[in-house]
C-alpha cells in the first residue's frame, strides 16, 4: 500500500462550506504571514516559509495557489513557476537554479514545480542517467535538511487526481478558448506514460517525506476540497515549524476564529 492508494479521492465541499472555510483558512494565514514577517506582536521576524507544490497536469496546482496567497499583501509573498531548465542552468548542478529564489528568514514563496523534477520528469522522460536521479534522493533530503535547520519551513504538497479526472479536464481546456494554451503536446503525451510517472512519484513520497519537510498528499478530485486541504496543510505547517524554531505566534482567536 502507498500513500497515494490510501487517498479518498471522492472528499468534497459543497459551495456553503467552502465559502466559510476559505474565509476563515484565509484570514488566519494573513495573520500567520504578518507575525512571520514581524508585522505583529514585537516585529521580530520568524522562520521564512517554503511551499512546494507538485502534482499531476491539471491537478488544480495554479488555482489552489491563487487562494492560497489571495488574502495576503502582494509585497509579502513571492510565486516561481519553473520549467524545464534552459541551457545554461543545464551546465550546474540542478539544484542552483532554486537557490536564488529561496526566502530569507521571514520570507515567503511558493514554487510551482521544484528540484523534485528530477526524480519525475527528468527520470521518467530520461533526461536525467539512472545514476543521477537515484542520488537525486539523498541529495534533496539533505538540502531540505539543511535549509530547514538555517530556519525555514518547507511545505511540500503532492495534488493528486485519477486519470479520469485528468481527461476530464484536459476536454475541458481543449474546449475553452481562454484556458485552450495550458494544454500542451507535452501534456497527451505525459499521459501514455501514466504507469511510470505513478511510479515515479510513490517512490518519491517514501524517500523524501521527512521530519523536518513532510508531504502532504492532496485528494485535488474536487477542487473546492483541494483548496481547502492545501490551506490546512500550509497552516498546520507554519504551527509546526514555528514551535520547533521556538517562534511564537498569535493565536486565532485574536482574529474571532
Given amino acids: 500500500m502507498t500513500i497515494r492508494s490510501e487517498l479518498d479521492l471522492t472528499q468534497k465541499l459543497s459551495r456553503k462550506d467552502y465559502e466559510q472555510l476559505l474565509t476563515d483558512r484565509s484570514r488566519r494565514i494573513d495573520q500567520l504571514r ?3 514577517g514581524g508585522k505583529l506582536g514585537d516585529g521580530k521576524i520568524g522562520p521564512g516559509l517554503l511551499i512546494c507544490i507538485e502534482g499531476w497536469d ?15 499583501d502582494a ?13 545554461d542552468e543545464k551546465r ?28 519525475l520528469v527528468e527520470r521518467v522522460e530520461g533526461f536525467a542517467t539512472t545514476e543521477q536521479w537515484q542520488r537525486a534522493y539523498s541529495e534533496i533530503v539533505d538540502y531540505e535538511r539543511s535549509l530547514s535547520l538555517e530556519g525555514l519551513i518547507i511545505v511540500k504538497l503532492w495534488l493528486e487526481i485519477s486519470p479520469a479526472m485528468q481527461l476530464k479536464r484536459f476536454k475541458q481546456r481543449e474546449a475553452d478558448p481562454l484556458k485552450a494554451w495550458k494544454l500542451t503536446d507535452e501534456d497527451w503525451r505525459n499521459r501514455d506514460r501514466w504507469d511510470d510517472y ?6 518519491m513520497l ?37 514551535a520547533t524554531h ?8 485574536e482574529i474571532g476564529l
Avoid at 58 to 72: D, E, Q
Avoid at 75 to 87: C, E, L, S, W
Avoid at 198 to 203: F, G, L, Q, T
Avoid at 214 to 231: G, L, N, T
Fill in 246 to 253: 521556538n517562534f511564537a505566534l498569535p493565536p486565532a482567536s
Fill in 198 to 203: 505513478s511510479a515515479a512519484v510513490d517512490e
Fill in 206 to 242: 517514501e524517500r523524501t517525506s521527512t521530519d523536518w519537510a513532510p508531504w502532504h498528499v492532496i485528494a485535488a478530485e474536487q477542487k473546492r476540497f483541494a483548496r481547502i486541504a492545501v490551506i490546512d496543510a500550509v497552516i498546520e505547517e507554519i504551527e509546526r515549524g514555528c
Fill in 58 to 72: 491539471a491537478a488544480g496546482k495554479g488555482g489552489a495557489i491563487r487562494r492560497l496567497i489571495a488574502p495576503l
Fill in 92 to 119: 550546474h548542478f540542478y539544484l542552483q537554479r532554486f537557490s536564488e529564489w529561496l526566502p530569507g528568514l521571514g520570507g515567503m514563496a511558493v514554487f510551482d514545480r521544484t528540484w523534485y523534477g528530477r526524480v
Fill in 34 to 36: 504578518l507575525a512571520l
Fill in 75 to 87: 509585497r509579502h509573498v513571492r510565486v516561481v513557476q519553473f520549467a524545464a531548465p534552459t541551457p
